[in-house]
């Protein structure tokens, strides 16, 4: 409640201020922009050459990925489903980082993992819900 009468009262003594000095408002308004302007486009083109240079590596590690790895086996057409054993090729590599805070956790790749309260580190699934971690609804770890 103290913020929005804070902001309440900002606001007016704004317009007050506006209605006494509208002259001083426009120069410093017409200073600012040129600023602004600047400002805006060389962030435009560096997030636009960040988006360019992450698109090209993950085209590559697309591209560089063996098929082979990635696709399950062949069932033979004579054997039934129940036959056959699909697994998922393993990856000892795999690092969870789980927050503290909301006590979820993340692949290493996942956007959320890049938080400050990532802190925990787990090197399975099965032991980061036995510290009492919920998995992440985005990546699924």
Known sequence: MKKIIGGALSIILGLICFSIFPQAFFNLLTGIIPLI????????????????????????SWNNTDASETMPPAVPAETGLEEAVITAPADDSLTLLGNTGSLVFHTSDCN???SKHCTE??????????????????CNP
């Open 37 to 60: 302007l600047i400002t805006a486009g060389c962030l435009a083109i560096y997030l636009k050459h960040e988006d360019e240079s992450d698109g090209e590596e993950e085209t590559d």
């Open 112 to 114: 959320f993992s890049k």
């Open 121 to 138: 580190v787990f090197t399975s699934r099965e032991k980061a819900i036995q510290e009492g971690y919920k998995p992440c609804g985005i």
